[in-house]
């Protein structure tokens, strides 16, 4: 069975701390994705990373895809009231179309 | 507004009943998605198409679903004899970058 597993499970912080976010497997990736998702509602992209290495900065969010394609991190600096949300990673299971989620991780962000 | 489109957007229904769900993909995205959430947990792969042709179906997707993309545009997920343990979020991808609203069942 392939797992995505997440870390933390749920995160409370006050506005403007830092936090990281991890999405681990034993499974290598073709791509890994990190949506965010607010109740009631489909997941949204933010990012698709592809390269093992790789590192995307989106305003005050930052990814990276690890080395050897099996992991990923989620980085915010700052954070708002309106990061408040469930961030999913998805990897893409190398050599299919097959996209497998992550167990989420529940942001709130305190004013 | 994603372009995704899923119908309905909620469904209530009692046991054993059959329940259909409809998704209008992108309509130039060959790839569509099916995915069953579960409160507090993320997206579970149920099946994929390719165009028409369905590619692949979890272990997830018991004999009581079914689900077809007829020429390659529109989807649906029909389950028969719904169980409780049904009730879910459906959701449905148009290539994964793009995700409709769901299709919220809840099963009496």
């Known amino acids: 069975t392939q797992l995505l597993e997440q870390s933390p499970q749920f995160l409370s912080i006050q506005e403007g701390e830092n936090l990281t976010v991890y999405c681990n497997s034993s499974s290598v990736f073709s791509s890994l994705q990190w949506y965010r998702q607010e109740p009631g509602e489909g997941p949204v992209l933010l990012v698709t990373?592809?390269?093992?290495?790789e590192v995307k900065k989106l305003k005050r969010l930052t990814f990276q895809f690890g080395d050897a394609r099996k992991d990923s991190s989620l980085h915010i600096t700052a954070a708002q009231p309106g990061d408040t949300g469930l961030y999913l990673c998805a990897g893409e299971l190398s050599g299919t179309y097959k996209y497998i989620f992550g167990t989420g991780t529940r942001l709130k962000v305190l004013a | 507004d994603t372009g995704v489109s899923q119908d309905p957007r909620h469904k209530i229904t009692k046991r054993g009943q059959n329940v259909t769900f409809r998704c209008d993909p992108i309509?130039?995205?060959?790839?569509l998605y099916w995915y069953r959430q579960t409160l507090g947990q993320g997206p579970e792969f149920l099946t994929y198409f390719q165009n028409e042709a369905q590619l692949e179906k979890s272990r997830l997707l018991s004999d009581r679903f079914s689900a077809e993309r007829p020429k390659g545009s529109f989807s649906t997920l029909e389950i028969q004899r719904t169980e409780q343990g049904d009730s879910a979020m459906y959701l449905c991808?148009?290539?994964?970058?793009?995700f409709g609203p769901g299709t919220r069942l809840t099963v009496l």
């Open positions: 990373v592809v390269t093992g290495g």
């Open positions: 991808a148009s290539s994964t970058v793009f």
């Open positions: 309509s130039e995205h060959n790839r």
